[in-house]
């Protein structure tokens, strides 16, 4: 071999080596932002008791999930997954959080479709025609009446499991975040009952597929999900375990999320002596 083409092989493998030196740092400081916009713990909503279960794939990902307060008596509940896995999907979740904190600042907050309407704009702006997008639910909770407002831009539908009757929170939604800025994102309501069970997932749970590539599916999820539970973190354990049980210990191949929200009996009274 000619030393000319050593030197250009050993010149070669130090640029890669740099590359992937630089790549890593990237993926770390991504992980760590991932980390640091995550709650590290769920707030207390009155009525409402609360867990959730998150788990990257092995590095940098795309889920968010969120609770936090939007004025006396009211709570937003926020999940959103973007499209794809790795540096490209955990630098866009910074920018959606960051345009979402944006909108999160307003006064008065903005109800759940004015939020994903205001995002959107916003986001496809920047993303154009790049292909990404962003599948997102925002929930409004009143604590006072127990009634839950909600839009969806094209994220998978939660589930509410009412006693034997279980419901998909299907009726808003519209295209994932940043394809176009003229989507319109419209609302619905539900009122809540002592004893629902919200369960709120990223496709990476029911995309989590066995050995033979079945998926876990959504009847899975949905009979997981019905079975009787007297706490939220109980329902989450039960649902995080099946799909474990499913990939027979292979690990996950991408980000899941899920957040469990199981409405208190009300309390009986005492009666007096």
Known sequence: MAPESSDQIRQLSDELRQAREELK?????????????????LPAVPSLDLAVHFADAGGVGGDFYD??????????IVIADVAGHGL???????????????????EPAPSPGSSLSLVNRLLAQYLGESGQFVTAFVGQYDARTDVLTYASAGHPYPR???????????????????????SVYEEASVQLQPGDR?????????????EAHELFGDERLEAVAS????????LLDR?????????????AIDDETCLVALVKPVPTATPEP
């Open 25 to 41: 740092r990237c993926g770390e400081l991504l992980l760590t932002i991932q980390k640091s916009i995550l709650p590290q713990q």
């Open 67 to 76: 609770v936090h307060p939007i004025g006396r008596d009211r709570w937003a």
């Open 88 to 106: 490209a999907a955990a630098a866009l979740l910074g920018l959606v959080h960051a345009l979402g904190s944006a909108v999160r600042g307003r």
């Open 160 to 182: 509410l499991i009412r006693g034997d009757s279980l419901l998909r929170l299907d009726a808003a939604t519209a295209m994932p975040l940043g394809i176009s800025a003229a």
């Open 198 to 210: 919200l369960v709120l997932f990223t496709d990476g749970i029911t995309e989590s597929p066995d």
């Open 227 to 234: 079975a009787t539970s007297n706490t939220a973190a109980e």
């Open 239 to 251: 649902i995080v375990n099946s799909v474990r049980t499913l990939r027979g210990g292979s690990p």
